[in-house]
């Protein structure tokens, strides 16, 4: 499976952006999918996670309420919509497969290459 992440870039607190995932190799529903963020010099972080279908999802506590995670199996990508964007939230952000739902980064098997999303103050 291979994973492109896109849709990230420069935006003001408060602002908005969607980060996309798209799929190739694979059909997507296969997979679990999962975001990560990785701040500069810092440890990979888990965002949140959507099950296959769709039914069970699952959110970091520091984005809950600003961050929802979705998927589009017929489009074979997945998405994180992100709202009320902070300086904190600025970092690499990764998507990633798996074969089932997990938190742990070591749980996923593909990666994107990451789309870098930076919040000004």
């Known amino acids: 499976v291979q994973l492109v992440e896109s849709g990230g870039g420069l935006v003001q607190a408060g602002g908005s952006l969607r980060l996309s995932c798209a799929a190739s190799?694979?059909?997507?529903?296969?997979?679990?999918m999962g975001w990560f963020l990785q701040p500069p010099g810092k440890e990979r972080e888990f965002v949140a996670y959507i099950s296959g279908r769709g039914g069970s999802i699952h959110n970091a506590h520091f984005v809950k309420g600003r961050f929802t995670i979705s998927r589009d199996n017929a489009k074979n990508t997945v998405y994180l919509q992100m709202n009320s964007l902070k300086p904190e939230d600025t970092a690499v952000y990764y998507c990633?497969?798996?074969?089932?739902?997990?938190?742990?980064?070591?749980?996923?098997?593909?990666w994107g290459q990451g789309t870098q999303v930076t919040v000004s103050s």
């Open positions: 990633a497969a798996a074969d089932r739902v997990t938190d742990r980064p070591d749980g996923y098997t593909y």
């Open positions: 190799g694979r059909t997507l529903s296969s997979y679990a």
